[in-house]
Each structure stands twice: as structure tokens, then as C-alpha cells.
């Protein structure tokens, strides 16, 4: 029996998905932008800090790229009202995101710092540059150029990966997805529409962050 796409009873609650949307949205904004600024510092901390610091760090990234994220998310959420810190879904959510972001970028950041050639930072020292100016300038902006375009596309992973944070309740795209589900029982077309709708969004984003490359490093990425 051969069963008619209606898309009627998913439209008409276009307003929910757009609130879903928008929630994914400021979900991946917010985890990208602390999960960078983590990777920021642990990739310095890693290539330049003390061995204990690097240590701590090297223990951090190897935990978080090793488990699961919605492992991460149910600790977050889950576990640290246990320890006193009891936080909202969606601060749970970006908090783990955040996280989770920031393993990989410390060490995409780390890659990108190896690669500088040590006589680039020795001739720096002849200057007489500090070493906050060295490792800013003559470290950090090349490092960043250099992966780009592999960050950016952990930005986009970034994304789809707030799909899950409905396990614990967040009201972002997906989750709104699967109530809608429950409602209108046309699972189907919920999830065509789904599908369309992150789409868009990554390819919207993958632009955006093409732009922001060109725009930052003067270079086509």
C-alpha cells in the first residue's frame, strides 16, 4: 500500500522549527566560540607550557576525543549536579559542546603550531620580540592560517553535533523534529524537512566561514 507525502500538517508548525533553528544556532555559535578559545589555550599551553600543564592537557584531549559526546552530555547534565554545579539544559549543552570542540582544537591548533619552523621563531628572538608578541604574531596567526580550513570544517561537525542535545531536553532543531513526530505521526516528511533545513544551514555556514577565512587571513580558503 503506497502511502502520499502530506507535508500540510508539518508546515503548519513551520514557527516551531524555526524556533528550533534558531536555538541550534545560538547553541553552535556559543560551543564554537568557547570551544575555540579553549583550543586557543590548549594549544599553547600544550606546545609552550610547563610539562606539567602539557601533561594535563595531552590527558584532556585524549578523554574527550575517546568517548562518546553524548557521554559528555549526560556527565554535564547529569553528573555535576552531584558535585554542586547544577546547570540548565542548554547551558549543559554548551558547556559539553564547548568541551568536546575544544579537544579537537587544540590539537588541529597544535598541528598547525608544530609546523612552524623553529628558525621563524629564533629569528623573532633576535628581534627582540617578547614572547607573549612571538607566540601571538609569529606562532599563532600562521598556525591558524595554516588550519583553517581543517577547523572550520570541525565547525561544521560542530553543528550537526548539537543534533543530539535533545537527549537532555534542549529545544533545538531536532528535538523539535521528534515532538513534532509524536504530534502529527508523519515521521516521514518531518525528517525530509529536517534533512533540508541543516542542509541549508551548513551550507550557509560553510560560506560564512569561507568568508570569515578570507576575510581574517587575506587568503582564499
Same mark, same amino acid.
Request: without cysteine; hydrophobic residues 55%; glycine residues 8%.
Given at each position: 500500500?503506497?502511502?502520499?507525502?502530506?507535508?500540510? /500538517?508539518?508546515?503548519?508548525?513551520?514557527?516551531?522549527?524555526?524556533?528550533?533553528?534558531?536555538?541550534?544556532?545560538?547553541?553552535?555559535?556559543?560551543?564554537?566560540?568557547?570551544?575555540?578559545?579553549?583550543?586557543?589555550?590548549?594549544?599553547?599551553?600544550?606546545?609552550?607550557? /610547563?610539562?606539567?600543564?602539557?601533561? #594535563?592537557?595531552?590527558?584532556?584531549?585524549?578523554?574527550?576525543?575517546?568517548?562518546?559526546?553524548?557521554?559528555?552530555?549526560?556527565?554535564?547534565?547529569?553528573?555535576? /549536579?552531584?558535585?554542586?554545579?547544577?546547570?540548565?539544559?542548554?547551558?549543559?549543552?554548551?558547556?559539553?559542546?564547548?568541551?568536546?570542540?575544544?579537544?579537537?582544537?587544540?590539537?588541529?591548533?597544535?598541528?598547525?603550531?608544530?609546523?612552524? /619552523?623553529?628558525?621563524?621563531?629564533?629569528?623573532?628572538?633576535?628581534?627582540?620580540?617578547?614572547?607573549?608578541?612571538?607566540?601571538?604574531?609569529?606562532?599563532?596567526?600562521?598556525?591558524?592560517?595554516?588550519?583553517?580550513?581543517?577547523?572550520?570544517?570541525?565547525?561544521?561537525?560542530?553543528?550537526?553535533?548539537?543534533?543530539?542535545?535533545?537527549?537532555?531536553?534542549?529545544?533545538?532543531?531536532?528535538?523539535?523534529?521528534?515532538?513534532?513526530?509524536?504530534?502529527?505521526?508523519?515521521?516521514?516528511?518531518?525528517?525530509?524537512?529536517?534533512?533540508?533545513?541543516?542542509?541549508?544551514?551548513?551550507?550557509?555556514?560553510?560560506?560564512?566561514?569561507?568568508?570569515?577565512?578570507?576575510? #581574517?587571513?587575506?587568503?582564499?580558503?
Amino acid at each position: 500500500m503506497q502511502t502520499a507525502l502530506q507535508f500540510g /500538517p508539518i508546515l503548519i508548525h513551520l514557527d516551531l522549527l524555526l524556533r528550533g533553528l534558531e536555538k541550534t544556532i545560538q547553541l553552535a555559535a556559543l560551543s564554537i566560540l568557547f570551544g575555540t578559545a579553549i583550543g586557543v589555550l590548549g594549544a599553547v599551553g600544550r606546545s609552550f607550557g /610547563p610539562r606539567l600543564v602539557s601533561w #594535563v592537557i595531552a590527558a584532556y584531549v585524549e578523554l574527550i576525543r575517546n568517548t562518546p559526546l553524548l557521554i559528555q552530555l549526560y556527565f554535564v547534565f547529569f553528573s555535576l /549536579p552531584l558535585f554542586g554545579f547544577k546547570l540548565s539544559s542548554n547551558t549543559a549543552a554548551v558547556v559539553a559542546l564547548s568541551i568536546h570542540l575544544g579537544a579537537y582544537a587544540t590539537e588541529i591548533l597544535r598541528a598547525g603550531i608544530e609546523a612552524i /619552523p623553529e628558525g621563524q621563531i629564533e629569528a623573532a628572538k633576535s628581534l627582540g620580540l617578547s614572547r607573549y608578541r612571538i607566540i601571538r604574531h609569529v606562532v599563532l596567526v600562521p598556525a591558524a592560517r595554516a588550519v583553517y580550513p581543517s577547523l572550520s570544517a570541525q565547525f561544521i561537525l560542530q553543528i550537526m553535533g548539537t543534533s543530539i542535545v535533545g537527549a537532555i531536553a534542549a529545544e533545538e532543531l531536532t528535538a523539535v523534529a521528534n515532538n513534532l513526530v509524536m504530534q502529527t505521526f508523519r515521521s516521514f516528511e518531518v525528517y525530509i524537512i529536517i534533512a533540508i533545513i541543516y542542509f541549508v544551514l551548513v551550507q550557509v555556514a560553510s560560506l560564512l566561514f569561507a568568508g570569515i577565512g578570507k576575510l #581574517v587571513f587575506r587568503w582564499k580558503v
